[in-house]
């Protein structure tokens, strides 16, 4: 049975950080690519961040390049999102996926497992 269980939101003020992580059970961490998305209540699923099985590649939302980072540790089965410099309308559920797929994909329907969700509340 595949798992993915995210950790880390939190309640964080602009202009903070918060790290965000995801570990993974249940499939062979190495052949997936993960990705990072976000949902605010009423709205589609949107695209945050992927990385490559190996890490050799990323890609980022136009929007978050420069503040978000996605990484992994294929020895730790987790994927990882250092989100900087956070805005209000960075408040989202996050969530991670996982798609059986050896390259970056952006779209929800690429993803084959999903994590429960991690809520990041950024206000003062």
């Known amino acids: 049975q595949v798992q993915l269980v995210e950790s880390g939101g939190g309640l964080v003020q602009p202009g903070g950080s918060l790290r965000l992580s995801c570990a993974a059970s249940?499939?062979?961490?190495?052949?997936?690519?993960m990705g990072w998305f976000r949902q605010v209540p009423g709205k589609e699923r949107d695209f945050v961040a992927a990385i490559a099985w190996n890490g050799g590649a990323t890609y980022y939302a136009d929007s978050l390049k420069g503040r978000f980072t996605i990484s992994r540790d294929n020895a730790k089965n987790t994927v990882y999102l250092q989100m900087n410099s956070l805005k209000p309308e960075d408040t989202a559920e996050y969530y991670c996926a996982a798609a059986q797929i050896l390259y970056i994909v952006t779209v929800t329907r690429r993803y084959d497992y999903w994590g429960q969700g991690t809520q990041v509340t950024v206000s003062s």
């Open positions: 249940g499939l062979t961490f190495n052949r997936y690519t």
